[in-house]
């Protein structure tokens, strides 16, 4: 493994009384595209908010480029290491060009809001994600997926060497899914930044991920690249199905597919008595 | 980016030299100077109206000091302060109804709705009645007042700030707050209840320079914290996690501004008494003008002043020689606001 | 309490944690102590003020009226504390059924003729009576006063129901809001031009049970007896329309019919009662809560409980505004809001406010 500009040491990460993780160790591979899957509530979103300093540690620590993550200012983190949460709002009546215009708050001031800097990196930015003919139109008014564009371009403004997306896709029909991940695998092409999303489809994660981290129950299953640790054991490990796992015939990336609902149910039935991981998942919210 | 692109963006006018750049919003500037140039003219029709009816240029003469003594008097000792004081008022209550509103993400996150309002009534006259009020007692009671009301409702809340449980919230607090302003009328004697009672009402009769004074210093001393927090309000718009990834320090700018409001709306209702209405409004209606989307402080400070003056002349006018205090004509209008707004909203289905 | 009930009707197997069987036992017995309460409350009523009088004389006054003129116990009794709890107590349970009523016909648990802003309509309708018609007599006060509750009732569901999502509780309690600050701002304003009317309306303004005609309650009670009658008669078609107005429909009930009466029961019960004493808020809106924790969400039980608690909470809080600021008075309208107000505030806050 190379360097790891973000990772973090025996962190525990809790809302209130609820501890979701607790002790865990993850490093994020410098120019990765690293994707983060699991079953809902396995603490995977906890885990990116937790990187991106939006949640304190209870215990252990987050480190950025070697030093802990809290130990930097507001700004300083703002200009290393974007974030993109699930569901931001945009104010009413925004334009696209007035929303990605202020992912560049920490490299502003009061009286610096819009040098030629500011300027480039907005441009760059739409353009990237194939924004610039709607600069002037309402975000509110746009279609989900040109929304989730000018989000995107809002962070890709905040010029940071990492990136992290929770769950971008979510709400999106498979159309502008495939269209926002190709979009990620643009931005990472270069090798110079570094992703990381929380995705919730296994299938598109192996596609599109060069790292994957496999959670469950607030522990990290297995990670490395998809085609070395996604098998079936995996599957049913940290999602509790049977399937079978075949090369994806248009990538050939692991693919899974679920078993028939005949074998699953004798699966099911005989693992039941033994194995506490498959009704563990289906209580788990 | 690698990719070197030559399409502009359609930015609009830029200012650029060694220390400053920022982007120009010809409407948010032409609105801004609209509002100034209504204060300015509905100030100087204020002055001439009046059982004391004086010209235009009578009005300046008296300003620059060529009058007759009785116009003198009129314009300078009784008119011009009072004017001075709707208009510091109202700024005042703009620009905290801008913060509210833009902290709680709210259109209806207006202090007279929440109850913030009453409470620094509240605080007033239990100065009033415990301490015997005087200028100074009576403003920090109200500020009191408003920042207990402010955390009261924000623990009932619990957190949870979204949608319309802020207002039911608030609509019960302002009954309670209501109840205990008239249990502290009743226990006073007479003289002091009377006092409190007019106060109590919301007018703008016989303040003057002390109370324009007072606002004044407040709002040079916070309007420009409100001005230099409203980037990270408008950040703070899109979520507490989005802000705090551009790198806002969150808790400190929700503490900070708060404060803000919560003093802007103490001191303006010390001195005058709650007047309803104005902080839910303002902010509104300068958006409206000025085509922006966040806060917009200087803006709401401007309308807030003009809807506050256009209020006090409205209720010394319509009826004159009767008098309406401002409170009731802000209450009545804004009253009608708050219902096309809602039936605006609710018809578009939000 | 329980987080308003969408399944009522049959006393058995409504929702199992929300509304558990409730025995008729409770019900009745509960009943019948809450009455007693209630007495007590009102003999309280006749004893308690600036000028305390022991029960024996109370009684006697009640039984054998003044001795004679001297008896200023027993005139104190007969002619100020008599009439004034008779009014608190119809005007208690009056509000209390107008709340059942407005939140079983709204489904909505913040209904309640204050926060919904009913009356301030009758407060403005009764200014505009006063000031463009000259009226000076309860009797007339009671016309101008129905209107206005009618009126701004039908106005503000006609507000809160626009657009698609339709008349949310939230909705309409804004709508109250929003109308009833409108109305205050005009009637103020109307009240500090016009002295006569202001002499006229500062007696009345404040929900008080003190200064008024002792001839009030006989002028009101016409309206309030076909009020509450209409209350106690509409309860079983009510329990049916808590369903939602398909099924009800599907059960035979006719829900234009019932909802129209269900309206002019309410008009009538707050008309009546601010007419009487002045807008009182809150009571229609705790006190049905209150009795729905006993009684579970039929409204057969939720009326009468709603109309009993009702009484007993204006004359208590009457009474208690005799206390504590002797020798002045608190209104009844004050002390209710102090009572009323948290349990606003305690539904307000519930993760949803669940339409009933």
Redesign the interface.
């Known amino acids: 493994m190379t360097g790891a500009r973000l990772r973090a040491e025996g962190v525990t990460l809790a809302y209130e009384q609820r501890t979701v993780i607790r002790d865990l160790d993850v490093a994020v591979p410098d120019g990765s595209f690293t994707v983060v899957v699991g079953p809902n509530a396995c603490g995977k979103s906890t885990l990116l908010?937790g990187l991106?300093?939006?949640i304190k540690p209870a215990a252990g620590r987050v480190l950025l480029d070697d030093r802990p993550i809290s130990s930097y200012?507001?700004?300083?983190?703002?200009?290393r290491?974007?974030?993109?949460?699930q569901?931001?709002?945009?104010?009413?009546?925004?334009t696209a060009?007035?929303l990605v215009?202020?992912?560049r708050?920490?490299h502003q001031s009061?009286?610096?809001?819009?040098?030629?800097t500011?300027?480039e990196a907005?441009?760059?930015?739409?353009?990237?994600t194939g924004v610039?003919e709607l600069?002037?139109r309402d975000v509110g008014q746009l279609s989900g997926g040109q929304r989730q564009r000018v989000w995107i371009a809002m962070?890709l403004a905040?010029q940071t060497p990492l990136l992290l997306l929770d769950e971008p896709t979510t709400f999106l029909d498979i159309a502008f899914q495939l269209d926002v991940l190709d979009l990620c695998a643009d931005l990472h092409a270069?090798g110079e930044r570094t992703l990381v999303a929380v995705l919730h489809d296994l299938n598109q994660a192996c596609r599109y991920a060069t790292h994957l981290v496999a959670m469950r129950e607030g522990r990290i299953v297995a990670q490395g690249a998809p085609g070395e640790i996604v098998d079936a054991d995996l599957v049913r490990t940290v999602f509790g199905i049977t399937c079978e796992v075949v090369p994806d015939p248009q990538t050939g990336t692991p693919m899974i597919v679920p078993a028939g609902r005949e074998t699953r149910r004798h699966r099911r039935e005989g693992a039941r008595a033994e194995d506490p991981v498959g009704s563990g998942a289906l209580g788990d919210t | 980016?690698?990719?070197t692109?030559s399409?502009?963006?359609?930015?609009g006018p830029?200012v650029?030299t060694a220390?400053?750049?920022?982007?120009v919003h010809p409407r948010t500037v032409t609105g801004v100077v609209v509002l100034l140039v209504v204060a300015v003219v509905l100030g100087a029709v204020a002055l001439t109206l009046g059982d004391y009816q004086l010209s235009l240029g009578q009005v300046v003469g008296a300003l620059t000091g060529t009058g007759s003594r009785a116009q003198q008097y009129v314009v300078l000792g009784l008119r011009l302060p009072r004017v001075a004081v709707a208009l510091v008022v109202g700024a005042a209550l703009g620009v905290a109804g801008a913060v509210f509103q833009s902290l709680a993400?709210n259109n209806l996150a207006s202090p007279d709705l929440l109850g913030f309002t009453t409470g620094a009534a509240t605080g007033a006259l239990v100065s009033i009645v415990v301490v015997g009020g005087g200028p100074a007692g009576t403003t920090i009671g109200a500020i009191v007042g408003t920042l207990v009301t402010a955390l009261a409702v924000q623990a009932l809340l619990g957190g949870a700030v979204g949608g319309y449980r802020l207002v039911l919230v608030g609509i019960g607090v302002n009954a309670v707050l209501a109840a205990l302003n008239n249990f502290l009328i009743l226990r006073t004697d007479l003289s002091t209840a009377v006092a409190a009672q007019s106060w109590l009402v919301g007018t703008l009769n016989g303040r003057s320079w002390p109370e324009v004074v007072a606002v004044a210093i407040a709002l040079v001393v916070l309007v420009p914290v409100a001005i230099?927090g409203s980037?990270r309000l408008?950040?703070l718009?899109?979520?507490?996690?989005?802000a705090?990834?551009?790198?806002?320090?969150v808790e400190r700018t929700r503490v900070v501004t708060l404060l803000v409001g919560v003093a802007l709306i103490g001191v303006a209702t010390a001195a005058v008494g709650p007047i309803a209405f104005v902080a839910l409004a303002a902010p509104q209606l300068a958006r409206r003008v000025t085509g922006t989307?966040?806060p917009g402080m200087a803006a709401a400070g401007l309308m807030g002043a003009v809807l506050l003056l256009a209020g006090d002349v409205l209720g010394q006018r319509l009826a004159a020689p009767t008098q309406f205090p401002a409170g009731t004509m802000t209450a009545a209008i804004g009253g009608l606001y708050l219902v096309w707004l809602l039936a605006r909203e609710w018809r578009a289905g939000r | 309490m329980t987080a308003a009930p969408t399944e009522p009707t049959s006393d058995r197997g409504a929702g199992v944690e929300r509304s558990p069987t409730r025995p008729t036992s409770l019900r009745a017995g509960g009943l019948v102590v809450a009455v007693a309460l209630l007495a007590v409350a009102a003999v309280a009523s006749l004893m308690v003020g600036s000028r305390g009088i022991p029960p024996g004389v109370v009684l006697d006054a009640l039984l054998h009226g003044p001795s004679g003129p001297a008896d200023t116990d027993a005139v104190i009794v007969l002619e100020q504390r008599l009439p004034r709890t008779l009014l608190g107590l119809a005007v208690g349970l009056a509000l209390g059924a107008a709340g059942a009523l407005m939140q079983a016909l709204t489904r909505n648990p913040l209904a309640d003729p204050g926060v919904l802003g009913v009356n301030w309509g009758a407060s403005a309708a009764i200014v505009a009576g006063i000031m463009l018609f000259g009226i000076t007599t309860l009797n007339g006060y009671v016309w101008f006063s129905l209107a206005g509750a009618a009126i701004v009732a039908v106005l503000v569901y006609l507000l809160g129901a626009t657009g698609r999502s339709g008349a949310t509780p939230a909705r309409l309690a804004l709508a109250g809001t929003a109308i009833g600050a409108s109305l205050q701002g005009v009637i103020y304003a109307v009240v500090l031009v016009d002295a006569n009317t202001f002499d006229q309306f500062r007696v009345w303004r404040v929900g008080s049970l003190t200064g008024r005609d002792p001839q009030a309650l006989l002028q009101v009670l016409p309206f309030l007896v076909v009020g509450g009658l209409l209350a106690l008669g509409l309860a079983r078609a009510l329990n049916a329309l808590a369903l939602g107005e398909e099924t009800a429909r599907a059960l035979g009930v006719r829900v234009g019919r019932i909802r129209m009466l269900t309206g002019i029961g309410i008009v009538l019960l707050c008309g009546g009662a601010t007419a009487a004493c002045g807008p009182i808020a809150f009571v229609g809106l705790a006190v049905p809560h209150l009795a729905r924790v006993v009684t579970g969400p039929d409204q057969r039980w939720v009326v009468p409980w709603s109309m009993v608690l009702g009484g007993l909470l204006v004359v208590a809080a009457d009474v208690i505004g005799r206390v504590v600021a002797i020798p002045a008075e608190l209104e009844v309208g004050v002390v209710t809001a102090f009572v009323g107000a948290p349990v606003f505030l305690a539904i307000a806050r519930r993760r949803r406010v669940v339409a009933l």
């Not at chain 1, 907005?122 to 990237?128: G, N, Q, S």
């Not at chain 2, 718009?237 to 989005?242: F, T």
């Not at chain 2, 705090?244 to 320090?249: A, D, F, K, Q, Y």
């Open positions: 908010r991106a300093r939006m200012g507001p700004k300083e983190v703002a200009r290491l974007a974030l993109l949460p569901s931001p709002t945009a104010p009413d009546g925004i060009l007035d215009a202020r992912g708050y920490p009061l009286l610096k809001q819009w040098s030629v500011d300027e907005v441009r760059d930015a739409m353009a990237a610039i600069a002037e962070v905040q270069g | 980016m690698s990719r692109v399409t502009t963006l359609p930015t830029v650029r220390r400053v750049s920022l982007r993400r230099a980037r408008d950040l718009g899109m979520g507490d996690d989005m705090r990834g551009l790198g806002v320090t989307t966040g």
